[in-house]
């Protein structure tokens, strides 16, 4: 049964019909103390930097909300323009550490003031947010001004485009215009001399599962590891009879690693709602008699919290706990789990190589990390308390 208690920490937390709030973020802008200081992990290492660019009103702010603060989709009607940059420090888990800039919609890359050297340096991925409700010339301009100027500064940036808010569009209408902008984004770049610049593009909404989706490739692209976590999630299933699985931060609900098979966004829901129901349950029955440990942290996780959800069509959903912040789910036939004991075998093999994974990054920072801990002993960044269930 599920027993991952030690997440839930404080009931008040947990309001209906809504996600357990500043569960491991920051709450509220005014938290964020975020500077380039903040950009450094207690390992020493730089955080990876994702900028948030785009016109104003295009749904920037909404985005980080939704996906980093659990604000339901509606609550973000009623959020307010930026008019400044909003440094947002996201690191609950060690694959999952960055930090994100939100920028106002009318900022000028042109004013003297605008440190585009310090911005775009330090930059991992640069996401540009076009509203596809409205007519996005101007943003496509805009989208072209900003790539040259960041790909000038820093060569190494990905440039990732979320063609957004698609939930007011007919099926049609979504390829369409994702093709239109593709089309005429590139054109803008070859036009200029700039086609070695490349842009992905992605279409999203706040109100279903593909900002998440898009998001978790996003940061993807920023995890060193991520090969190494796909071969190991791909010799998992191959060997447990497993359709397809996912490796879950759990409180973004993006993924932050799947096998090599594709990703269909039926498959994706699936298992982001089994994490919905998981958590749901866990606070209503979980077991509330945990402890927490000096650094702040919940030290009861267990490695056996699991949760198993068999559906009519012949298909079980499987998920296991890798750590406090990671969670595995499968999605397999219902035959092959009748060999549940091999599942389970092999998902200790597999949680074992990820315990390797991340005790080769905490070797390789330990000296550094030593001494940050001293002066700060509330963020451990997940290296420590992970290793040890
Ligand atoms: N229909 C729809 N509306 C969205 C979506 N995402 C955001 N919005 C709405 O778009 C409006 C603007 O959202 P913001 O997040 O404030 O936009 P912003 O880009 O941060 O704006 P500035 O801070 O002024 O630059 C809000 O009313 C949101 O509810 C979406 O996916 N679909
Ligand atoms: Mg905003």
Not at 27 to 41: H, M, W
Not at 229 to 247: C, P, Q, R
Request: charged share 25%; glycine share 4%; proline share 2%.
């Amino acid at each position: 049964m599920i027993n991952n208690e030690d997440r839930y920490e404080e009931d008040e937390r947990f309001m209906i019909g809504s996600f357990p709030k500043g569960f491991g973020y920051p709450d509220d802008e005014n938290d964020i103390q975020s500077n380039d200081v903040n950009d450094r992990a207690l390992t020493g290492e730089v955080k990876p930097r994702i900028l948030i660019m785009g016109l104003r009103r295009s749904g920037k702010s909404s985005i980080q909300k939704v996906v980093f603060h659990k604000m339901s989709p509606n609550e973000t009607l009623f959020l307010e323009s930026t008019n400044k940059i909003v440094k947002d420090d996201i690191s609950n888990s060690s694959f999952v550490s960055f930090t994100i800039w939100d920028f106002p919609g009318q900022i000028d890359f042109f004013d003297s003031t605008f440190d585009s050297e310090n911005i775009f340096g330090g930059c991992g991925a640069l996401v540009f947010v076009i509203d596809a409700q409205d007519d996005y010339m101007e943003a496509l301009s805009k989208l072209h001004h900003t790539v040259k100027k960041a790909h000038q500064v820093n060569a190494d940036i990905k440039f990732e485009v979320f063609i957004h808010k698609v939930d007011g569009l007919s099926d049609d209408h979504k390829i369409e215009t994702q093709r239109d902008i593709h089309q005429r984004a590139n054109e803008d770049l070859m036009d200029s001399g700039d086609e070695n610049i490349l842009l992905s593009f992605y279409l999203t909404s706040i109100y279903d599962h593909s900002i998440f989706e898009a998001f978790s490739k996003v940061v993807q692209k920023l995890i060193p590891q991520l090969p190494t976590l796909e071969n190991l999630l791909n010799i998992f299933i191959t060997n447990s009879g497993i359709e397809k699985a996912f490796l879950f931060d759990v409180v973004s609900k993006i993924y932050i690693a799947t096998d090599y098979s594709p990703v269909d966004m039926q498959s994706y829901e699936l298992c982001c709602d089994m994490i919905d129901v998981v958590i749901d349950i866990s606070c209503i029955y979980g077991d509330f008699n945990y402890s927490v440990k000096e650094d702040g942290e919940n030290s009861t996780f267990d490695g056996s919290s699991s949760s198993t959800i068999k559906l009519n069509s012949g298909t079980v959903l499987y998920l296991r706990e890798v750590n406090k912040f990671l969670a595995l789910v499968c999605i397999l036939r219902e035959d092959n789990f009748d060999k549940q004991g091999l599942i389970d075998y092999n998902f200790q093999c597999f949680r074992q190589a990820i315990q390797e994974v991340f005790e080769i990054k905490f070797n390789k920072h330990k000296p550094q990390q030593i001494i940050n801990n001293s002066l700060d002993s509330t963020h451990s960044n997940g290296y420590n308390s992970d290793q040890n269930h």
